[in-house]
């Protein structure tokens, strides 16, 4: 059973930071590409950050500088650091696993987990 945890949302002032932890099972997360999105009250949701397979990163245009993506594949967890958050980064943040292999592609998605940026 695959399961992917998300871990490190809250409540975080204007300016702070938080770092949010996702945690794999039931897969071999190093052959995976592994992204953040997030969705916002009343949006739709939105690519945040990936990280493919081969430690490739890209990232929302308004995002960069300030959130960064990294993966530690012999802890199957992958890290979104985020920095500088602003109250309109407020919302549910989901991890998702992907990969596309000859016999298919493979989409994973957790539960998200929810931060809010508020003063």
């Known amino acids: 059973q695959v399961q992917l945890v998300e871990s490190g949302g809250g409540l975080a002032q204007p300016g702070g930071s938080l770092t949010l932890s996702c945690l794999a099972s039931g897969i071999a997360v190093s052959g995976y590409d592994m992204a953040w999105y997030r969705q916002a009250p009343g949006k739709q949701r939105e690519l945040v950050a990936k990280?493919?397979?081969?430690?490739?990163?890209n990232y929302a245009d308004s995002l960069k500088g300030r959130f960064t993506v990294s993966r530690d594949d012999a802890k199957k967890t992958v890290y979104l650091q985020m920095n500088n958050l602003q109250p309109e980064d407020t919302a549910v943040y989901y991890c998702?696993?992907?990969?596309?292999?000859?016999?298919?592609?493979?989409?994973?998605w957790g539960q998200g987990t929810l931060v809010t940026v508020s003063s």
């Open positions: 990280i493919t397979n081969g430690g490739s990163t």
């Open positions: 998702n696993a992907e990969m596309r292999a000859i016999i298919g592609r493979f989409d994973y």
